[in-house]
């Protein structure tokens, strides 16, 4: 883009000058007062005319040959290259935009500095609980000390700290050998819920570094072709599978199972809101009354957290001790994750990153979800 400036004795002629030469095919930048006729015996006004082809720029310029001076003042018109001053002027809009940048939500009265702009488009981008990201932020812009606000690295690191104090994880523990667990896995309809159960199973038959004896259980008779896929898991990895359809049956099943050290329950997926599939897995756990069982809920990391919440909410009547996250590799958002748990107070044991059985399964650890989180993606290098 290239500037010409047109004089005149007033603004209006120095306008019909600019039109006179240009036409309409120049953008009026400004126009400015630059002699007073008290000092220099005239006043005259100055308009800068840009043109955006190089081409209408030459012709301009070959063709515009006003000069003279009228009391000193020379007339002729000057001709600008302000493609530096443009680039710094759109670097100091930028830095205006981050300052007056405010939350999307209008029910707060808070006005986040420019050096926490980038925490809180990541925060707002993970999906992260609004009212949870209003508290943390205006706690943190009144308490940071200054010498820590003045470095990114350091507000990055201090955030990771907050982020890693709201999740709660509940560690793989192997069994002794006398030891037993048994697990009851519940959840929606197409969370991945049975393929979790054969990836565990093969993590503790053959991945722990024990000879630990591991069984299934389905009471999944409604889904078709459910005990077809836990069968075929079953029988490649070689362990028993035991298929329970009335409520009566399952402590004969456990009893046959009883010198297993893992046993894990897979039961029917259905939506939170079909309340008697919920009732009558609630039926089956209080037939195991005198045995130790785990509740695990297993939930998929790709919806929104109100869903999520709307879920747990549901399934609480079976008292739920540990969530797993599946879909992590199906989801740049990871706020949501962070936000139920820690409202929920309860621990992530596990995530699945995949479909493959038995590899893409990993013990949940606080600095892998808060890494997916800053990099709304989940890493490539992943210890299992």
């Not at 020379?74 to 710094?88: A, C, M, N």
Request: proline share 3%.
């Amino acid at each position: 883009m290239k500037t010409l400036s047109f004089l005149g004795e007033t603004p209006t002629q120095a306008l019909q000058n600019a039109l006179k030469e240009c036409g309409d095919e120049g953008i009026v930048i400004s126009t400015k007062k630059i002699s007073d006729k008290r000092t220099h015996g005239k006043d005259m006004y100055e308009i800068l005319i840009a043109l955006e082809e190089e081409k209408d720029f030459e012709q301009l310029r070959d063709k515009v040959q006003v000069s003279g001076s009228n009391n000193g003042i020379d007339l002729s018109p000057q001709f600008y290259d302000f493609k530096s001053e443009i680039l710094q002027m759109q670097e100091e809009i930028k830095k205006v935009q981050k300052i007056l940048w405010e939350p999307k939500s209008k029910l707060y009265d808070l006005v986040v500095p420019s050096e926490f702009i980038d925490i809180y488009k990541l925060f707002e981008l993970n999906d992260f609980d609004e009212e949870m990201t209003y508290t943390i932020l205006k706690k943190t812009i009144t308490q940071l000390p200054l010498a820590m606000k003045s470095s990114e690295e350091k507000i990055t690191n201090f955030f990771k700290l907050i982020l890693r104090r709201m999740i709660s994880i509940k560690y793989e523990v192997p069994l002794r050998m006398h030891q037993r667990k048994v697990m009851m896995f519940v959840g929606p309809t197409g969370v991945g819920k049975t393929t979790t159960i054969a990836k565990l199973a093969a993590r503790y038959a053959y991945k722990m570094g024990m000879d630990y004896k591991v069984a299934i259980i389905t009471l999944d008779s409604f889904r078709v072709g459910a005990i077809e896929q836990l069968k075929a898991y079953a029988n490649i990895m070689r362990l028993p599978l035991e298929v329970v359809s009335k409520t009566e049956d399952i402590v004969e099943a456990i009893l046959r199972l009883q010198d297993c050290h893992y046993i894990l329950i897979d039961t029917a997926g259905s939506s939170q809101y079909d309340i008697e599939k919920i009732e009558t897995i609630n039926n089956y756990q209080h037939k195991l009354d005198d045995i130790d069982l785990e509740k695990v809920l297993v939930l998929p990391a790709n919806v929104k957290k109100n869903d999520l919440f709307e879920v747990y909410d549901k399934y609480a009547m079976l008292g739920i001790n540990n969530v797993i996250f599946t879909k992590l590799d199906e989801t740049r958002s990871f706020g949501n994750i962070i936000s139920f748990t820690y409202k929920v107070r309860k621990s992530i044991s596990y995530f699945s990153i995949g479909q493959n059985v038995p590899d893409d399964l990993i013990t949940a650890e606080d600095n892998y979800l808060i890494n997916c989180f800053m990099e709304r993606k989940i890493p490539k290098k992943i210890k299992k």
